[in-house]
């Protein structure tokens, strides 16, 4: 636990990422739209946080992979960096990328701002 009362979730030997059955707080968690695999996600910088407490710092692109609330604000959100998807990537793997996304850009991706 941070200071704050929210879990900082602690990475697993999977490439640094966190593991979805990390400690969560006990919120109440929001129901997250409808995203098919591989939704464009273009987020701006108040809309991610790469860990609890640390809001982006740049607009990020991403192809989501899947999502899962945390509370009713933020979603664990797993996915793979556009880049993945060029000719030229070696990335193999299921995900590469885990944040955390607001659950207003969620909806606004699924057309529902």
């Known amino acids: 636990m941070n ?3 929210a879990c900082e979730p602690e990475p697993t030997a999977h490439h640094g990422h966190c593991d979805w ?9 929001a129901r997250l739209p409808d995203l098919p695999d591989g939704t464009h996600l273009a987020l ?5 946080y790469p860990r609890v407490g640390v809001r982006g710092q740049a ?5 989501l992979v899947d999502a899962q609330p ?3 604000e933020l979603a664990w959100v ?12 070696d990335c193999d793997l299921p995900w590469c990328r885990e944040i955390l996304v607001t659950i207003r850009a969620l909806h606004r991706a699924a057309g529902g701002a």
């Open 78 to 89: 797993r996915g793979h960096g556009l880049e993945c998807s060029w000719d030229s990537s």
């Open 59 to 63: 607009e990020l692109h991403l192809w």
């Open 3 to 5: 200071g704050h009362g």
């Open 70 to 72: 945390l509370n009713t």
């Open 21 to 29: 059955t990390d400690e969560r707080p006990n919120a109440p968690a």
């Open 44 to 48: 701006a910088p108040y809309e991610w």
